[in-house]
């Protein structure tokens, strides 16, 4: 029997479910996450002490360590800023676009080092909609495709991971990247 999700009527409350999602088990439902993500429609004063930009790169601001089960961070887009192509390092992607639009752009995983990487596709992510990939489904970037505005998405990453491969796009060389965070709970996180 299925279950539906709670909705979720503000960033707390979405906070405060995922954390009780993951206290029960470790069996990650993707329907259920996805549900729950697109039950919350974005409004930016209840979020906005986590969304920390920079000139000069996309940053990585942590919201919650979920019990140490997951991560949850607002990923903050400057006007063309995008993402290197990246895996997961096996772990579940759920992302939620909270401002902007995103572009997520889908790569089969090289099958050997020294040619371009293999699109699958490409999606729109407009206000409000959610996304979801894991190594199994391949590799993605994401971008912030508009020279005028700002983007702002909510990704939660169980379990978290501290690194992921990047890939080169036009040899499929791959290098280790380590995940570092911007800010903390809203606070700037030093020398990052």
Not at 13 to 41: H, N, P, Q, W
Not at 115 to 143: C, F, P, S, W
Not at 144 to 154: C, E, G, I, R
Request: hydrophobic residues 35%; aromatic residues 10%; negative net charge.
């Amino acid at each position: 029997m299925e279950t539906k999700a709670k909705s979720a009527n503000s960033f707390q409350e979405l906070v405060s479910e995922c954390r009780k999602v993951f206290d029960s088990g470790d069996v990650v439902d993707v329907d259920y996450i996805m549900e729950l993500l697109a039950s919350y429609t974005s409004k930016p004063e209840e979020w906005k002490k986590f969304a920390k930009f920079d000139r000069h790169r996309y940053t990585r601001n942590l919201v919650d360590e979920g019990n140490g089960k997951y991560n949850m961070m607002l990923l903050c887009w400057g006007e063309g800023m995008a993402s290197n192509i990246h895996d997961h390092s096996n772990a579940h992607c759920f992302m939620k676009n909270l401002m902007g639009d995103l572009l997520e752009r889908r790569y089969d995983f090289p099958a050997e080092e020294g040619g371009e990487m293999v699109g699958r596709g490409t999606q729109d992510l407009k206000l409000n909609q959610v996304a979801y990939i894991n190594d199994e489904l391949g590799l993605h970037r994401v971008e912030n495709p508009s020279h005028t505005d700002v983007a702002v998405s909510l990704h939660i990453y169980i379990p978290p991971f501290d690194q992921c491969n990047i890939f080169d796009p036009r040899t499929g060389k791959q290098n280790v990247s380590k995940m570092t965070f911007w800010s903390r709970y809203g606070k700037r996180t030093p020398f990052q």
